[in-house]
């Protein structure tokens, strides 16, 4: 469902969702976890970032030692930690062969552990698991003394939701309650949101990141969980699919036959289920424990008070200088509570946007009689337009920068772009404000870019001599550009300095665009046919593929039976492309004749002669996202409403003309229902969109 009346509406569908669930039972706690439960309880409580545990990361009631790590600088404690682990591993193989005199210390702790009657096998296999695991009680305590400005709010939006209120502890495990946490992987903000699926919930851009703000940001969690309890239909699995991923739990469901946690947390084997994925649950459960009882851990604390933040809603575009001088408060004080808004704002390069939510300290007074002292001429109705760069056949990041007297940094910052980015030919670089146009000529483009539910920049285009012929682009109509020039985009901050390759010199190419009113240049994704990878993919880039994907529950793996699940926009000739293979080829080895197309959940047998599974599945996955980042560009998930199927209807119907949904986005909050099956009476959830018009 489109929304298409006022900002308003949109507002309060953040908060209220439109699906009535039951009041959800408590979390279950198997007995069979508590073990690990205990493990993760002891982690934030009793051990600080200077300890850690030496234990079996199956076992987790079997701890080694705890190791007091060195002061002096990470490698040293890396050195600590990996010492003590190998003292271990040394140990538990020792006993294994049978050594029972002369026992060192830790060899008598191995004996202490596991007892007499060990036998060989499970001592060597437990010499394979020993892991290190670095305390949290000081950042633990650090959070609850956080917490106090938000967990009122965090509790109150869970309840609103209907979900478990123990999820309402989960950001002391996600981020120590800090909104402004950012991962090595990405994710950031109080819930660690990567930015593909937090794109789906919340702006992020090159002038916003809501996952830094801690409101939305629990708003985004709230509907998030939503979903993943809508497709699992069991909390505990919902909860561990906030890390793992609604398909990764569905495959879990399937794989083991039970949706019962403890035992999936046994026996469930994925590549990307590992330590951490495992353990979500549990450490979830430690920090409810924790959070109910901070007095018994810590002692008292001295707790933040909720935050008394007014909210302004801006009625256009303003400079931050201005709002600053008008409210006569300090952007050092404003920006702690305004962490959305990035660098670009602050240094005056970009307008605050229209319909931001400025949130001042309470003291200020009326802030709606200080924005009325706001002179006329202060206010906007467009936003500051953006510079870009044409990438153009051969260059690199390396020689972009210098051009403009801009730093890898700041183009990977500003892009969003991993540090390990290949840039493409025809990729347009967002270029940091202030940088010089190196005289280029300026050219108007007449482009017309897809709408937006909130403010984003548009642009013009500047280029080096000759000028181009304006060009015409047809009406909200997405760019789209051939595989080979795609880029794969993966939001992190710049940790690292991306691959890249000495390029010949240049002529730089410019882009600016005219500022046009809630518009936004596309993301350059590939929506078509992306060719198999000339370089395998590893284990950790496919992981890295689905973890982009977090949110759909769509199974894009290959089974061991090297068959697939067909999902939505795939067809017979896209496999045939990812696999380097002809589209008959398939056909025969599945018994089809040349006319017929292949049906969503149909399984379909692959030939892979001339590529690899994960070759395929690389493809696969970088297909379906840049079909959903082309379209999580232009909209957002604000609520879930309620359909009861009624006789005439299919999910076509309510996707294309009922509700305006992409048939793709309503099977992700419907997973299990047969698009060719959908009965009278069926119950369909529907996702509701902020529509460019809201």
């Known amino acids: 469902m489109i929304i298409r009346s006022s900002l308003l509406l949109s507002l309060l569908l953040l908060v209220t969702p439109l699906v009535a669930h039951a009041a959800p039972e408590p979390l279950a706690r198997p007995a069979a976890l508590e073990p690990a439960v205990t493990f993760w309880r002891r982690v934030y409580t009793e051990i600080t970032t200077s300890e850690g545990f030496v234990h079996d990361d199956e076992r987790l009631d079997i701890v080694y030692e705890t190791v007091r790590l060195s002061n002096s600088n990470d490698r040293a404690r890396g050195s600590s930690a990996n010492e003590a682990g190998a003292r271990y591993v040394r140990a538990l193989r020792a006993i294994a062969a049978g050594k029972r005199a002369k026992l060192s210390a830790a060899e008598q702790r191995v004996m202490e552990l596991w007892g007499p009657n060990i036998d060989k096998a499970a001592l060597t296999a437990a010499s394979e698991r020993v892991r290190f695991q670095l305390g949290q009680a000081n950042r633990f305590r650090e959070g609850l003394v956080r917490a106090g400005a938000w967990q009122a709010f965090v509790r109150k939006t869970m309840a609103d939701a209907d979900l478990p209120p123990e999820i309402a502890s989960l950001p002391h495990v996600e981020s120590s309650f800090n909104p402004a946490a950012r991962s090595k992987v990405g994710a950031a903000g109080m819930w660690q949101f990567m930015s593909s699926t937090g794109r789906r919930f919340m702006r992020i851009d090159n002038i916003m990141d809501e996952r830094l703000d801690p409101y939305k940001s629990t708003r985004a969690a709230a509907l998030l969980m939503r979903q993943n ?86 009625p256009d575009y303003v400079p931050i200088g201005a709002l600053v001088k008008v409210l006569g408060v300090d952007a050092d004080d404003l920006e702690p509570i305004n962490l959305s808004l990035k660098s670009v704002v602050w240094n005056g390069s970009k307008r605050v946007p229209k319909g931001y939510e400025f949130r001042v300290p309470h003291a200020v007074g009326d802030p709606q009689r200080l924005l009325a002292a706001l002179p006329r001429d202060a206010w906007n109705s467009n936003q500051t337009a953006d510079l870009y760069h044409v990438v153009q056949r051969g260059e690199t990041l390396s020689a972009i920068a210098p051009r403009y007297g801009a ?37 108007v483009d007449q482009g017309v870019y897809p709408t937006v539910p909130v403010e984003a920049p548009a642009t013009v285009v500047v280029a080096a001599k000759p000028a181009p012929k304006p060009v015409q682009k047809p009406l909200a109509k997405p760019v789209v550009v051939a595989a080979a020039a795609a880029p794969t985009v993966v939001a992190q901050p710049p940790l690292a300095k991306p691959v890249v390759e000495e390029a010949p010199t240049v002529e730089p190419q410019i882009v600016e665009q005219p500022i046009v009113e809630q518009t936004v ?41 090297r068959t697939i699940l067909v999902q939505e926009d795939e067809t017979i000739g896209h496999y045939a492309d990812w696999l380097g293979v002809r589209a008959g080829d398939l056909r025969r080895v599945n018994a089809m004749r040349g006319t017929s197309a292949v049906r969503v959940g149909q399984r379909l047998k692959l030939d892979f002669s001339k590529s690899t599974p994960e070759q395929f ?67 369909v959830v529907i996702p509701v969109l902020a529509s460019p018009g809201a």
């Open 229 to 314: 309890y809508e497709v699992t239909r069991a909390w505990p699995l919902a909860i561990t699919a906030y890390n793992h991923g609604a398909s990764g739990m569905r495959r879990a469901i399937a794989q083991v036959g039970t949706d019962d946690i403890a035992v999936i947390v046994r026996k469930y084997k994925s590549r990307s289920f590992g330590f951490a994925s495992r353990n979500f649950y549990t450490a979830l459960l430690a920090a409810v424990d924790v959070d109910r009882e901070p007095d018994r851990y810590f002692g008292p604390l001295d707790r933040h008070p909720p935050d008394n933040s007014r909210v302004l809603v801006l």
């Open 407 to 443: 730093r890898v940094a700041d183009l990977v910052a500003i892009n969003s772009l991993s540090s390990s980015a290949r840039i493409k030919a025809g990729q347009k670089l967002i270029l940091p404000a202030g940088v010089s146009k190196n005289s280029a000529e300026a050219v």
């Open 521 to 561: 240049v596309a993301p350059i994704v590939a929506v078509d046919r992306p060719a198999t990878p000339a370089t395998p993919p590893t284990a950790e880039t496919i992981e890295n593929q689905q973890r982009q994907l977090l949110a759909d529950p769509s199974d894009y793996s290959v089974a061991d039976d």
């Open 617 to 683: 599945e690389s493809a696969r996955l970088a297909y379906h996202q840049g079909i959903q980042e082309l379209f999580f560009s232009t909209h957002r998930i604000v609520a879930t409403n309620e359909h009861v199927v009624k006789a005439g209807e299919s999910i076509w119907v309510l996707a294309d003309r009922r509700y305006n949904v992409p048939v793709w986005l309503l099977r992700q909050y419907n997973p299990d229902l047969d698009p060719a099956m959908v009965r009278p009476a069926t119950r």
